[in-house]
Nanobody, 122 residues
Framework: RLMESGGGSVQPGGSLRLSCSASVHLGSFAIAWFRQAPGKERVAISYISRWAGYESYADSVRGRFTISRDNDKNTVYLQMDALGPEDTGVYYC??????????????????WGQGTQVIVSS
């Protein structure tokens, strides 16, 4: 039900903007972005609450990534700046239309996208 787009290859220091869209209205959904680096577990990196009242970031991306939502376009974005090789991985958006108590927990989210690949390399 969720669809990511915007991944690709970029050089260190570059930027990408990921998008998460859906066939249902996302305004009532809390949305998180997760990243799974090669050979590692999937970890939460950013979160935006329903109706965009609250945002949160993992320490590894705070100050470089920005999450936002455009309800008119029914899309949640992840703007990623100052990318480094450590940002390489598959990025997933996840959502839920109920209360999310711990945004970093995979189990909090019912809906997931298929993922989009981000490669940061020179």
């Amino acid at each position: 039900r969720l669809m990511e787009s915007g991944g690709g290859s970029v050089q260190p220091g570059g930027s990408l903007r990921l998008s998460c869209s859906a066939s249902v209205h996302l305004g009532s959904f809390a949305i998180a972005w997760f990243r799974q680096a090669p050979g590692k577990e999937r970890v939460a990196i950013s979160y935006i609450s329903r109706w965009a009242g609250y945002e949160s970031y993992a320490d590894s991306v705070r100050g470089r990534f920005t999450i936002s939502r455009d309800n008119d376009k029914n899309t949640v974005y992840l703007q990623m700046d100052a990318l480094g090789p450590e940002d390489t991985g598959v990025y997933y958006c996840a959502g839920d239309d109920s209360v999310v108590r711990d945004w970093e927990q995979i189990s909090e989210y019912t809906y997931w996208g298929q993922g989009t690949q981000v490669i940061v390399s020179s």
